[in-house]
């Protein structure tokens, strides 16, 4: 794995409670756009770099499996405790697996995740996953992610853009370019909705602007 990338700075976040990319409620594009995913009557539901999201909540109301990826233990924890769930506990490597019912959270690397690991997925949920991820090692992020995916399966991405001389990361400034370079050659890649959405913690952190993007992909 690449000697750049900030595993320890992920678990101090956690640690100290810098979460401010949390919401305690389902992401509202999702609920918007969820119909996309619908359509195709997923089985199974990936969501790369979870967190603590309440999206898993949501989701695993609608699809028989949904299953979450997060680095940090103190997340899933979290997650769990929150929810008044006890789960059930595999550990094991690359990941320790967290279930309760058709939800599984499996804590570890992403980037560690393949078809060995876990059967393919016909939907998939992106909300400040990609963006998450420094830039060198997004194209190895999005094979990983397609790999996983089965053909016409369908991935609903949310990605932010600003002036990345103002703030550094993460949440990274994620063009429409780069995102069209990332998927275009894997399968069918349309805009759903752009949006200005400066919130004050960006605001605070440097940026005057903030366009918030949501893409449905679908895989051939
Ligand atoms: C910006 S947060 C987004 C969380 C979630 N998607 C949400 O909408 O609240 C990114 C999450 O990914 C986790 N993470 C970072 N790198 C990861 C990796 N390589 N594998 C799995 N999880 C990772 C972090 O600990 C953090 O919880």
Redo the contacts with the bound molecule.
């Keep these: 794995m690449d000697q750049k990338?900030d595993?320890d700075g992920?678990s101090s976040?956690?640690d100290e409670d810098r979460?401010g990319?949390?919401?305690a409620k389902p992401?509202p594009f999702l609920l918007q756009y969820w119909h996309h995913l619908h359509e195709i009557k997923p089985k199974r539901c990936l969501?790369?770099?979870?967190?603590?999201?309440l999206?898993l909540v949501w989701l695993s109301e609608k699809v028989e499996t949904v299953i979450g990826?997060?680095?940090?233990e103190k997340?899933v924890l979290d997650f769990f405790r929150e929810q008044q769930i006890i789960p059930e506990i595999q550990k094991n490597s690359p990941f320790n697996a967290y279930s309760h019912q058709g939800l599984k959270i499996l804590q570890?690397?992403?980037?560690d995740l393949n078809l060995e690991v876990e059967d393919s997925f016909q939907a998939v949920f992106d909300?400040?996953?990609l963006?998450?991820?420094p830039e060198e090692l997004r194209p190895d992020y999005v094979q990983g992610l397609t790999d996983l995916m089965g053909a016409g399966s369908r991935l609903l991405l949310i990605c932010v853009d600003y002036d990345p001389s103002k703030m550094s990361g993460?949440?990274y400034s994620v063009s429409q370019n780069e995102v069209e370079n990332l998927f275009s050659k894997k399968g069918t890649l349309e805009v759903l909705e752009t949006r200005n959405n400066l919130e004050d913690r960006m605001r605070e952190r440097g940026l005057e602007w903030l366009n918030e993007s949501v893409y449905l992909f679908e895989k051939n």
Excluded: M, Q, T
């Design positions: 990338y595993f992920w976040r956690w979460i990319f949390h919401v992401n969501v790369p770099l979870c967190g603590k999201s999206d990826v997060e680095l940090v997340a570890g690397n992403f980037f909300r400040a996953s963006v998450a991820i993460p949440p």
